[in-house]
Protein backbone atom coordinates (compact mmCIF):
# COMPACT_ATOMS: atom_id res chain seq x y z
CA UNK A 1 0.00 0.00 0.00
CA UNK A 2 1.55 3.25 -0.87
CA UNK A 3 1.78 5.95 1.69
CA UNK A 4 0.73 8.93 0.46
CA UNK A 5 3.02 11.75 2.04
CA UNK A 6 1.93 15.07 2.02
CA UNK A 7 5.33 16.13 0.38
CA UNK A 8 3.61 20.26 1.29
CA UNK A 9 5.23 21.09 3.89
CA UNK A 10 4.08 24.60 4.98
CA UNK A 11 6.41 25.90 8.12
CA UNK A 12 5.31 29.11 9.28
CA UNK A 13 6.87 30.77 12.55
CA UNK A 14 4.21 31.63 15.43
CA UNK A 15 2.83 35.34 14.50
CA UNK A 16 0.63 35.25 17.38
CA UNK A 17 2.46 37.46 19.68
CA UNK A 18 3.99 39.95 17.05
CA UNK A 19 1.10 42.34 18.03
CA UNK A 20 2.39 42.42 21.49
CA UNK A 21 5.62 42.73 20.62
CA UNK A 22 5.33 45.73 18.14
CA UNK A 23 3.39 47.01 21.58
CA UNK A 24 6.04 46.42 23.68
CA UNK A 25 8.89 48.22 21.50
CA UNK A 26 6.48 50.83 21.18
CA UNK A 27 6.49 51.30 24.69
CA UNK A 28 9.76 50.80 25.71
CA UNK A 29 11.11 54.00 22.83
CA UNK A 30 8.63 56.08 24.13
CA UNK A 31 9.96 55.47 27.59
CA UNK A 32 13.42 55.65 26.58
CA UNK A 33 13.35 58.84 24.57
CA UNK A 34 14.74 61.83 26.55
CA UNK A 35 12.41 64.01 27.69
CA UNK A 36 14.80 66.75 28.18
CA UNK A 37 15.86 69.23 25.79
CA UNK A 38 18.85 69.41 23.51
CA UNK A 39 18.42 72.17 21.39
CA UNK A 40 19.36 75.86 22.62
CA UNK A 41 21.90 78.69 21.61
CA UNK A 42 25.23 78.39 21.04
CA UNK A 43 27.38 81.87 22.57
CA UNK A 44 30.52 83.48 21.54
CA UNK A 45 32.49 84.55 24.34
CA UNK A 46 35.20 87.32 23.13
CA UNK A 47 38.05 86.77 25.54
CA UNK A 48 39.57 90.23 25.91
CA UNK A 49 42.63 91.05 27.82
CA UNK A 50 42.73 93.41 31.06
CA UNK A 51 44.72 96.08 29.43
CA UNK A 52 41.70 96.52 26.57
CA UNK A 53 39.17 96.43 29.34
CA UNK A 54 39.71 100.25 30.04
CA UNK A 55 38.96 101.13 26.23
CA UNK A 56 36.50 98.55 25.99
CA UNK A 57 34.25 100.51 28.76
CA UNK A 58 34.01 103.80 26.69
CA UNK A 59 33.70 102.69 23.42
CA UNK A 60 31.33 99.80 23.73
CA UNK A 61 27.36 99.43 24.01
CA UNK A 62 27.39 98.95 27.76
CA UNK A 63 24.07 96.82 29.09
CA UNK A 64 23.01 96.63 33.17
CA UNK A 65 21.14 93.65 34.11
CA UNK A 66 19.04 93.68 37.53
CA UNK A 67 16.52 91.20 38.97
CA UNK A 68 13.76 92.44 36.29
CA UNK A 69 15.23 95.82 34.81
CA UNK A 70 17.61 96.25 32.05
CA UNK A 71 19.99 99.40 31.27
CA UNK A 72 20.98 100.19 28.33
CA UNK A 73 24.51 102.26 28.87
CA UNK A 74 22.72 103.82 32.03
CA UNK A 75 19.11 104.69 30.52
CA UNK A 76 16.36 102.18 32.13
CA UNK A 77 14.51 100.45 29.12
CA UNK A 78 11.11 98.33 28.12
CA UNK A 79 11.97 94.87 26.65
CA UNK A 80 9.99 95.22 23.73
CA UNK A 81 11.84 98.66 22.69
CA UNK A 82 15.47 96.86 23.52
CA UNK A 83 16.23 95.40 20.16
CA UNK A 84 15.07 98.60 18.56
CA UNK A 85 17.48 100.88 20.64
CA UNK A 86 20.12 98.13 20.40
CA UNK A 87 20.28 98.56 16.55
CA UNK A 88 20.21 101.90 17.14
CA UNK A 89 23.67 102.38 19.19
CA UNK A 90 25.04 99.03 16.98
CA UNK A 91 24.30 101.14 13.89
CA UNK A 92 27.43 101.80 11.81
CA UNK A 93 29.48 100.00 13.50
CA UNK A 94 30.83 97.28 10.91
CA UNK A 95 34.07 96.11 13.03
CA UNK A 96 33.63 92.80 15.13
CA UNK A 97 35.47 94.77 18.10
CA UNK A 98 32.93 97.71 17.82
CA UNK A 99 29.36 95.42 18.52
CA UNK A 100 30.91 94.06 21.09
CA UNK A 101 28.02 94.64 24.04
CA UNK A 102 29.13 94.49 27.86
CA UNK A 103 26.92 92.96 29.88
CA UNK A 104 26.78 93.41 33.37
CA UNK A 105 24.63 92.05 35.92
CA UNK A 106 23.79 92.34 39.19
CA UNK A 107 24.19 89.25 41.52
CA UNK A 108 20.27 88.53 42.03
CA UNK A 109 19.60 88.39 37.89
CA UNK A 110 18.00 85.38 37.21
CA UNK A 111 19.07 83.19 34.54
CA UNK A 112 16.15 83.46 32.29
CA UNK A 113 16.26 87.34 32.71
CA UNK A 114 20.02 87.03 31.51
CA UNK A 115 18.95 84.39 28.58
CA UNK A 116 16.28 86.66 27.22
CA UNK A 117 18.45 90.43 27.21
CA UNK A 118 21.28 87.88 25.40
CA UNK A 119 18.61 86.90 23.75
CA UNK A 120 17.92 90.22 22.12
CA UNK A 121 21.68 91.41 21.63
CA UNK A 122 22.35 88.51 19.33
CA UNK A 123 19.59 89.51 17.13
CA UNK A 124 20.61 93.17 17.34
CA UNK A 125 23.83 92.14 16.01
CA UNK A 126 25.86 92.40 19.03
CA UNK A 127 28.49 90.36 20.46
CA UNK A 128 27.97 89.25 24.38
CA UNK A 129 31.09 89.67 26.26
CA UNK A 130 30.49 89.81 30.37
CA UNK A 131 31.62 91.87 32.82
CA UNK A 132 32.12 90.35 36.02
CA UNK A 133 33.19 91.72 39.30
CA UNK A 134 37.06 90.84 40.86
CA UNK A 135 37.83 89.35 43.64
CA UNK A 136 40.84 91.23 45.27
CA UNK A 137 42.76 90.29 48.23
CA UNK A 138 43.71 93.08 50.19
CA UNK A 139 45.66 92.92 53.33
CA UNK A 140 45.84 95.65 55.91
CA UNK A 141 47.92 95.67 58.05
CA UNK B 1 -20.35 6.23 23.24
CA UNK B 2 -17.66 8.11 25.16
CA UNK B 3 -15.81 10.61 22.93
CA UNK B 4 -12.65 11.21 23.87
CA UNK B 5 -11.35 15.25 24.05
CA UNK B 6 -8.15 15.87 22.33
CA UNK B 7 -5.96 17.68 25.00
CA UNK B 8 -4.77 20.78 23.80
CA UNK B 9 -1.13 21.92 24.35
CA UNK B 10 -1.01 25.27 24.42
CA UNK B 11 2.58 26.70 24.10
CA UNK B 12 3.54 30.87 23.69
CA UNK B 13 5.11 31.56 20.72
CA UNK B 14 9.09 31.77 21.48
CA UNK B 15 10.57 31.41 18.09
CA UNK B 16 11.42 35.18 18.12
CA UNK B 17 12.60 35.64 21.76
CA UNK B 18 16.03 36.05 20.99
CA UNK B 19 15.79 38.70 18.38
CA UNK B 20 13.33 40.75 20.40
CA UNK B 21 15.86 40.59 23.01
CA UNK B 22 18.81 41.54 20.65
CA UNK B 23 16.39 44.15 19.60
CA UNK B 24 15.84 45.39 23.01
CA UNK B 25 19.62 45.45 24.17
CA UNK B 26 20.56 47.40 20.65
CA UNK B 27 17.41 49.81 21.55
CA UNK B 28 18.93 50.39 25.61
CA UNK B 29 22.85 50.81 24.23
CA UNK B 30 21.58 53.64 21.41
CA UNK B 31 19.79 55.44 23.82
CA UNK B 32 21.74 55.24 26.78
CA UNK B 33 23.77 57.97 27.16
CA UNK B 34 27.21 58.59 28.67
CA UNK B 35 26.67 61.96 30.92
CA UNK B 36 24.41 60.56 33.18
CA UNK B 37 22.73 63.78 34.37
CA UNK B 38 18.73 62.87 33.57
CA UNK B 39 18.59 63.00 37.84
CA UNK B 40 18.88 66.25 37.93
CA UNK B 41 15.97 68.59 38.35
CA UNK B 42 16.05 71.67 36.51
CA UNK B 43 13.79 73.50 34.31
CA UNK B 44 15.30 75.26 30.99
CA UNK B 45 15.23 78.86 30.08
CA UNK B 46 12.86 79.74 26.91
CA UNK B 47 14.16 81.47 24.68
CA UNK B 48 12.73 81.52 20.52
CA UNK B 49 15.02 80.31 17.63
CA UNK B 50 16.96 77.91 18.90
CA UNK B 51 18.86 75.41 17.08
CA UNK B 52 20.07 71.76 17.60
CA UNK B 53 23.16 71.66 20.30
CA UNK B 54 24.99 68.75 18.48
CA UNK B 55 26.62 66.46 20.67
CA UNK B 56 29.10 66.78 23.60
CA UNK B 57 31.30 65.26 26.20
CA UNK B 58 30.92 67.69 28.31
CA UNK B 59 27.71 68.80 30.28
CA UNK B 60 27.55 71.18 33.10
CA UNK B 61 24.40 71.46 35.29
CA UNK B 62 23.39 73.88 37.57
CA UNK B 63 19.95 72.16 39.07
CA UNK B 64 17.77 73.89 40.93
CA UNK B 65 19.20 73.56 44.26
CA UNK B 66 22.08 75.74 42.94
CA UNK B 67 24.47 72.64 42.81
CA UNK B 68 26.93 72.51 40.12
CA UNK B 69 27.87 69.43 38.17
CA UNK B 70 30.20 68.68 35.82
CA UNK B 71 29.18 65.25 33.47
CA UNK B 72 26.79 63.97 36.41
CA UNK B 73 29.34 64.48 39.15
CA UNK B 74 29.51 67.48 41.45
CA UNK B 75 32.43 69.86 40.89
CA UNK B 76 33.51 73.30 42.89
CA UNK B 77 33.26 75.64 40.92
CA UNK B 78 37.04 76.52 41.04
CA UNK B 79 37.61 73.80 39.71
CA UNK B 80 35.67 73.43 36.98
CA UNK B 81 38.24 75.83 34.33
CA UNK B 82 40.60 72.84 34.71
CA UNK B 83 38.45 69.59 34.94
CA UNK B 84 36.46 71.35 31.27
CA UNK B 85 40.13 72.04 30.06
CA UNK B 86 41.50 68.52 30.56
CA UNK B 87 38.23 66.50 29.51
CA UNK B 88 38.47 68.74 26.46
CA UNK B 89 42.18 68.18 25.80
CA UNK B 90 43.86 69.25 22.27
CA UNK B 91 40.19 68.57 20.31
CA UNK B 92 40.48 70.98 17.46
CA UNK B 93 37.98 73.97 17.28
CA UNK B 94 34.29 73.38 16.22
CA UNK B 95 34.44 70.12 18.63
CA UNK B 96 34.72 71.60 22.01
CA UNK B 97 31.09 72.19 22.65
CA UNK B 98 30.45 72.51 26.01
CA UNK B 99 26.62 72.08 27.14
CA UNK B 100 25.23 74.32 29.65
CA UNK B 101 21.95 73.66 31.39
CA UNK B 102 21.13 75.57 34.20
CA UNK B 103 17.83 75.95 36.38
CA UNK B 104 15.91 79.30 35.26
CA UNK B 105 15.73 81.24 38.29
CA UNK B 106 19.62 80.41 39.04
CA UNK B 107 21.20 84.10 39.82
CA UNK B 108 24.07 85.38 37.90
CA UNK B 109 26.46 84.91 41.05
CA UNK B 110 26.45 81.28 40.31
CA UNK B 111 26.17 81.01 36.50
CA UNK B 112 28.61 84.08 35.59
CA UNK B 113 31.58 82.32 36.96
CA UNK B 114 30.84 78.96 35.52
CA UNK B 115 30.52 80.49 31.97
CA UNK B 116 33.67 82.25 32.68
CA UNK B 117 35.38 78.92 33.36
CA UNK B 118 34.29 77.60 30.17
CA UNK B 119 35.66 80.78 28.53
CA UNK B 120 38.96 80.39 29.95
CA UNK B 121 38.97 76.68 29.46
CA UNK B 122 38.22 77.46 25.48
CA UNK B 123 35.36 75.61 25.50
CA UNK B 124 32.51 76.96 22.78
CA UNK B 125 29.27 77.10 24.83
CA UNK B 126 25.53 76.18 24.04
CA UNK B 127 22.90 77.40 26.23
CA UNK B 128 20.03 74.16 26.62
CA UNK B 129 16.90 76.26 26.31
CA UNK B 130 13.30 75.35 25.59
CA UNK B 131 11.51 76.64 22.75
CA UNK B 132 9.33 80.02 23.54
CA UNK B 133 5.65 79.21 21.97
Known amino acids: MAIRRNSGLLVEPPSAATGDIAFNLIVFFLVCASTQPDSGRKQQLPKSDQSQQQEQKQENVQVELTRQNVLINGEPTLMKDFIKRMKTKLQGKTRPEDKIVVVKSKPDTPYHHWISVTTRIEEAGGIVTLQLEEEKTVTVE | ?133
Do not use: Y
Open chain 2, 1 to 133: MKVKRKRLKVEVPSMAMGDIAFNLLVFFVILARAQDDGHLQWTPAKAKNIESAGNSKISIVIDKENKLFLNGQETPVGQLAQAVESQLGKLPAGQRTVILKVHQDIAAQRFEPVIEAISQAGGDLVHILEEEK
